[in-house]
Nanobody, 127 residues
Framework: QVQLMESGGGSVQSGDSLRLSCVAS????????LGWFRQTPGKDREGVAL???????NYADSVKGRFTISKDGAENTLYLQMNNLKREDTAMYYC?????????????????????WGQGTQVTVSS
């Protein structure tokens, strides 16, 4: 069973930074597309960033230049460094493992039963 353990959310002010972490099993870390999605009440889950086994990353336009997704193979850990946070970044953030042929945010179907999700970590940004 795939398990993803997130941490690092919190409440910050606009312009501040946060780093989210997600620990995965070694097999998932090495073979799955890993990424971050976020969701606010009443809205669909939206993609934030995705990184492939080869380290190639892609981002939602709303976070480009502010967020960086990365991985640490020694710890089987996925990160999301979030800088210059804005109020509209407020959401529950979820770690994702997806078994995709191409690791592109545009091809991730959030409702697919083939995806694995962490429990979520809340990020709240106030002005």
């Amino acid at each position: 069973q795939v398990q993803l353990m997130e941490s690092g959310g919190g409440s910050v002010q606009s312009g501040d930074s946060l780093r989210l972490s997600c620990v995965a099993s070694e097999y998932v870390y090495r073979h799955y597309c890993l990424g971050w999605f976020r969701q606010t009440p009443g809205k669909d889950r939206e993609g934030v960033a995705l990184i492939g086994p080869d380290g190639t990353a892609n981002y939602a336009d709303s976070v480009k230049g502010r967020f960086t997704i990365s991985k640490d193979g020694a710890e089987n850990t996925l990160y999301l460094q979030m800088n210059n946070l804005k109020r509209e970044d407020t959401a529950m953030y979820y770690c994702l493992a997806a078994n995709l042929i191409v690791c592109q945010l545009s091809v991730v179907n959030p409702t697919s039963t083939g995806n694995y999700w962490g429990q979520g970590t809340q990020v709240t940004v106030s002005s």
